[in-house]
């Protein structure tokens, strides 16, 4: 299979610390996307990275990826409740892949 | 204007029932798919139609046929339902086939589906 698997599947922390996402892929891809999904609605697209960058910002998000280690990372710093979600990538090798997600809660 | 609209938002049926889900995108995108995301949120692409031509087809009962009358809608059809197929569905179209520096995928809120 060549879905990206992320890790941890559920976090909870507290508002304003930083949640970090893990994400693992077994082939060669051509960009990596992070998507978050709140309860009941579709997911929606966050931050794309391509096989030939490192590291990319957002706002409070920051990606890395490690084409060597097939993995990637998504850091949300200072945490909101509203960030409270699933977080899904998706890996690209000619179609989308999507993995299990990570739920990530962020208590008040 | 909702971007990506799917209906009806649930469905509840009986097994052996057919049924459809409608899925239209005011984006002006090429590339429309279904993706079915199961109980333990496995979100898996089920088709992508390119210009209202089916581009993946990936090993789908043939109990689903997407139909796209337009590059603007993509609806996904449903024979003699069974109890596996209660998931949640979603449309999603980008304007490119594959991913893309400008080609994130756009998703509708989903059609909650529950064949009883």
């Known amino acids: 299979s060549q879905q990206g698997e992320e890790d941890p599947q559920a976090l909870s922390i507290q508002e304003g610390e930083n949640a970090t996402m893990n994400c693992s892929y077994k082939?060669?891809?051509?960009?990596l996307q992070w998507y978050r999904q709140n309860s009941g609605r579709g997911l929606v697209h966050l931050i794309l990275i391509r096989s030939n960058e490192r590291e990319k910002h957002s706002g409070r998000l920051r990606v890395t990826l490690d084409t060597s280690k097939k993995s990637s990372s998504l850091l949300i710093t200072a945490s909101r409740a509203a960030d409270t979600a699933s977080y899904f990538c998706a890996t690209d090798v000619g179609q989308f892949y999507f993995g299990t997600g990570t739920s990530l809660t962020v208590i008040p | 204007d909702t971007a990506v609209s799917q209906t009806p938002k649930y469905l509840v049926t009986q097994m052996g029932n057919d049924k459809s889900i409608k899925c239209e995108q005011n984006l002006g995108h090429d590339t429309m798919y279904w993706y079915k995301q199961d109980s333990k949120k496995f979100l898996k692409i089920m088709f992508s139609y390119n210009n209202k031509e089916l581009i993946i087809n990936e090993t789908v009962p043939n109990r689903f046929s997407p139909k796209s009358p337009d590059k603007a809608h993509l609806n996904l059809h449903i024979n003699s339902l069974e109890l596996g197929d209660s998931a949640v569905y979603f449309c999603?179209?980008?304007?490119?086939?594959?991913?893309?520096?400008?080609?994130?995928?756009?998703f509708g809120n989903g059609t909650r589906l529950t064949v009883t």
């Open positions: 082939t060669s891809i051509n960009n």
């Open positions: 999603a179209s980008s304007q490119d086939l594959g991913m893309g520096v400008n080609s994130p995928l756009h």
